[in-house]
């Protein structure tokens, strides 16, 4: 199914990935700021976790393949469609 990217869509899609971070990180870090009690070493691990694992990994999950994981590509997608879980990727040297 292939579908048709609109400029409503485009818009949202910025406005929710670049322009509401901008505004939403400095008042979310003020925020855990003040309910922290000006702990600012809580403050950057609360805000680095959100970044590692909102912006980071998926930026890591995105360019993989430029880190030479197409032998976990392959298992994850065996693994995932009948095994019972997830197996561990162990890349052969041929």
Same mark, same amino acid.
């Given at each position: 199914m292939t579908s048709t990217s609109s400029p409503l869509r485009n818009r949202l899609l910025f406005a929710s990935t670049y322009a509401f971070p901008v505004v939403a990180f400095p008042l979310v870090t003020y925020g855990w700021w003040r309910s922290s009690g000006g702990s600012w070493r809580f403050v950057a691990v609360v805000m680095g976790v959100a970044v590692l694992f909102g912006y980071l990994m998926p930026w890591i999950r995105r360019h993989e393949r430029s880190f030479g =994981?197409? !032998?976990?590509?392959? !298992? !994850? =997608?065996?693994?995932? =469609?009948?095994s019972a879980g997830l197996q561990p990727c162990h890349k052969r040297s041929t």
């Open positions: =994981s197409d !032998a976990c590509d392959e !298992a !994850a =997608s065996t693994s995932m =469609s009948g």
